[in-house]
């Protein structure tokens, strides 16, 4: 069975549509306001001038590690027994998927928690999740900085996790362009930082 | 005598396809529980499960038998499970009182939807079980002690 859609029906269905574009078009604006947390960052911001360990506990800058790369970065803590296994069989899932894709399609694992963590912990984590040095990294801000970090990327999340498990998506120029829904599907991801590296 | 108990003596007698032979219900669901008989977890809208280590309850949720203190509360992630949080009326995620029986907890672990047909975070793996494994986790948690 066919549906025609008479030259009638059609203009009322152009107009109907038009009239929710109107009514929805406002309300979808403020609602992305009022969610800012998720979708494409626009303009894009430079990463803050924060001073991180790495895992060999070298003082490095944050912009140093996300120059010249794209980077997934998302927040975990080693004392994380919640969220940050999930956030981690992510990241195994997203390198598993780039494994013949440029190196320089990066995955950097932040920890909030300096007092809790250090680089000996953020390698065994690593280990844990069978990740590969020239993909996936980690790093441990000082304590000082945490909440800096947090607040530049809105990280934040209530309860005993006390970050969100989003991805956020930085490109060659250091700077945030995409923070992701909470546990992003890793195929989306990938493609997410393939597009963010096609840009240039 | 409650439902649960009387499915709980049931399982006892009937014991579970997913355990060993003799492993009682009860210890099977605290294998399960703990991790140490793999759980089958996808987050939704993940295309791959995520591996055992992942998914297991105990990575997010503490169990015990008394009402849920505030601390234990604070220290878990997920709510704490306890057998009067379980089957007695209980206000959850905005819906009205509902208790849990063994079909309820089935379906929130397979479909995420609780007793008062409030859908759970997406934080809580849908899983993939068998009726005996989810009649055994079931088991475990209305007989569980306070640690």
Known sequence: MTHDISPPSRARRRMLGGAAALIVAPLAASQALGHGSFGPVQPALAAPALSLSDMNGQRVALTALLTGRVTALQLMFTGCSATCPIQGAMFADVQQRLAADDPRLRLLSVSIDPLGDDPKALRAWLAKFGAQASRWSAALPQMKEVDALLDFVRGRAPGVDRHTAQAYVFDRQARLVYRTEDMPNPPELVRLVKQVAARG | ?147
């Open chain 2, 1 to 147: 005598m409650k439902p649960a108990v009387l499915l709980s003596m049931l399982l006892l007698v009937l014991g579970s396809p997913g355990a060993g032979a003799g492993e009682s219900p009860t210890r099977r669901g605290s294998e399960l529980f703990n991790g140490g008989a793999p759980l089958q977890g996808t987050i939704v809208g993940h295309s791959s499960a995520l591996p055992p280590s992942a998914s297991r309850c105990v990575n997010c949720h503490a169990i015990g038998s008394a009402a849920p203190s505030s601390a234990a509360s604070a220290a878990s992630f997920g709510p704490l499970l306890t057998p009067q949080s379980l089957t007695g009326a209980v206000a959850r995620r905005g819906g009205p009182p509902s208790r849990y029986d063994a079909a309820a907890f089935c379906r929130l672990l397979r479909q995420g939807v609780d007793p008062a047909w409030v859908v759970v975070p997406r934080s809580m793996p849908r899983y993939v079980l068998t009726d005996a494994d989810c009649h055994a986790l079931w088991a475990h948690l209305i007989e569980s002690k306070q640690p």
